[in-house]
């Protein structure tokens, strides 16, 4: 997928994997270096919705979703709003350097 991307995309999507690794990490795997590919599944759509204007809200709700209705564990909604809004400020950031 990255070689089609610029190169603006592809950090950020460097950066959802990231984020969502190590302060998202809903079963706690971010100190174990074999599991860094753990959340590598969801990188797509969270970089979907971040590519898309998604707001924090949206994408909170998002890795809610996921952690509930995929992962069938008890929601973490503090750890997604973190996880959202370091996603939307790099998005925004990435944004303001570009332009």
């Keep these: 997928m ?7 995309d592809q950090e950020l999507l460097r ?50 979703q996921i952690v509930v209705n995929r992962m069938g564990l008890p929601g973490r909604k503090e750890r997604s709003n973190e996880a959202a809004s370091v996603l939307t400020d790099w998005r925004d950031y990435q944004a303001q350097v570009a332009a």
């Design 15 to 64: 950066i959802v994997g990231e984020v969502l690794h190590y302060i998202w990490d809903p079963i706690g795997v971010a100190g174990v270096p074999q599991a860094r590919d753990e959340y590598d599944s969801y990188v797509g759509s969270v970089f979907t919705l971040l590519r898309s204007g998604a707001s924090d809200t949206d994408i909170s709700a998002h890795l809610e």
């Design 2 to 8: 990255t070689h089609q991307l610029n190169r603006q």
